[in-house]
């Protein structure tokens, strides 16, 4: 456990260093306390605003990382994109924070426990992932989500885990009070596949979710109109299902309490899931699926390249934020 403290700690500074680089315009809030390691360890898990809190109340944008605590190369892509936007001197500066025209709202480590433990599941056993409680169709066996034993993976638990919670809080928090704007939520994992998905809801069914028509034509508009073509785009369901998707049941939580009964309501919470695809360096780095955390990142060679690849894409979906409903529908 001793090499995964230091790595979470190396985290923790580098989230102090961004906090510093964005000044008067980040804040950090805390929403909870992560499972108790068998060591006794209870880690917090904090949220950084960065924008004006005008921005925050009325456009805020979402980006969580680490709820899984080997996809480490998840929380390296969110923080290297950080600084990327938060630097004066970057060509990826974003003016729009400073000017209040937006406010991203940021969980960087979910799941610091299982970070700490260099374990997928939190310090309880449980796959985040499959903890939220929604039964899904035709999930597949163990992989999908299971209630057996939490000495196996993908376990679902018995309720909501500590961090499911925080999570909740943090959407509940940023996202359910705001009025007139287009809210997108990112989540980043990786380690399914050799190609890059960002998948929209459901993860429990293949029937379309409610702003399927929405999803569809961002999809459109980053691919065309962006040019950001190595990303396959779809409901998750068109790869798998999996019982208890936290994103699922905040979203349909979302849209049963705000917009089913008011036809005229103008917000919308869009949260999707950008799973990089750490496999395609497998036939040249065969050892790579021994390590522990080998299927889950980059081989080391790549490990730069693929934090760096994501800039441009993560930017561009930051500011779909500053688009209207309408402009969607």
């Not at 990142?297 to 779909?320: M, Q, Y």
Request: charged share 25%.
């Amino acid at each position: 456990m001793l090499r995964g403290l230091r790595r979470l700690n190396r985290y923790d500074k580098r989230i102090l260093d961004i906090i510093k680089l964005g000044g008067k315009l980040t804040r950090l809030q805390q929403f909870g306390f992560s499972r108790r390691t068998p060591e006794g360890f209870r880690f917090p898990i904090y949220a950084i605003e960065i924008g004006t809190e005008k921005a925050i109340q009325k456009r805020p944008v979402g980006l969580v990382a680490g709820v899984h605590g080997l996809e480490t190369v998840g929380i390296r892509i969110l923080l290297d994109f950080l600084a990327f936007i938060l630097h004066k001197k970057s060509h990826g500066y974003l003016p729009e924070l400073y000017k209040g025209k937006l406010g991203l709202v940021v969980i960087p480590i979910l799941n610091p426990g299982g970070v700490a433990q260099k374990s997928r599941s939190n310090p309880g056993g449980v796959d985040l992932m499959r903890n939220s409680g929604v039964e899904a169709e035709l999930a597949p066996p163990l992989f999908g989500g299971h209630r057996w034993s939490n000495k196996l993976p993908y376990f679902r638990g018995n309720g909501l885990e500590p961090e499911s919670r925080a999570l909740y809080r943090f959407v509940y928090h940023y996202f359910f009070p705001i009025e007139n704007s287009i809210m997108p939520v990112l989540d980043l994992h990786s380690g399914f596949g050799a190609l890059d998905h960002v998948w929209w809801p459901y993860a429990r069914s293949k029937n379309p979710c409610l702003d399927t028509p929405i999803y569809e034509k961002m999809a459109q508009y980053l691919t065309e109109g962006k040019q950001h073509t190595r990303y396959k785009f779809g409901p998750q369901s068109e790869t798998y299902t999996t019982h208890g998707d936290l994103w699922d049941r905040f979203y349909d939580h979302y849209t049963e309490k705000l917009v089913s009964p008011n036809p005229k309501w103008k917000s919308r919470f869009l949260p999707v899931t950008l799973e990089v695809g750490t496999w395609s360096d497998i036939k040249e780095n065969p050892m790579k699926i021994f390590r522990k955390r080998g299927i889950f990142n980059p081989a080391r060679e790549n490990k730069f390249e693929t934090i760096v690849t994501h800039r441009d894409f993560l930017r561009d979906f930051v500011l779909l934020s500053q688009s209207e409903l309408k402009d969607w529908q």
